[in-house]
């Protein structure tokens, strides 16, 4: 009986592989023929949850980074909201959001907001 040896026999899944590329199942891939990207680049472990948050064009912020630019998407849209109501409506809603923090501090840099003074902000507005 022959000896067998890693280089002797073809696994199932270079079987697989070989046979699949003989019937041309590999032929006009995306990218066939191209460089990888980022190959130049240094390792990164993360690189596969980067690469599909650019891809789905997600975004990620820590808590407190997240609700201040809640704030500030807040009071862009209060100034144009079509009227007041509309406007105390928008900042009511952030409040809620900033007090919860105040009470829990989310993880992140320190949050340094408070509520905001809806009444004085809307006669700004005006």
């Given amino acids: 009986m022959a000896r067998l040896t890693p280089s002797s026999y073809e696994s199932l899944v270079d079987r697989q592989i070989r046979e699949a590329a003989e019937r041309g199942e590999f032929d006009d ?71 919860e923090a105040i009470r829990r501090p989310p993880e992140g840099p320190p949050l340094d907001l408070a509520p905001i003074d809806i009444d004085r902000r809307l006669a700004e507005l005006r």
Avoid: C, F, H
């Fill in 29 to 99: 891939l995306p990218g066939a023929g191209k460089p990888l990207p980022d190959l130049d680049q240094r390792y990164d472990a993360m690189w596969w949850v980067k690469d599909k948050m650019r891809r789905e064009r997600l975004s990620y912020l820590p808590p407190t980074l997240q609700l201040r630019k809640d704030v500030e998407d807040a009071l862009d849209a209060a100034a144009k909201a079509a009227s007041d109501q509309e406007a105390r409506r928008i900042l009511e809603a952030v409040n809620v959001k900033i007090r």
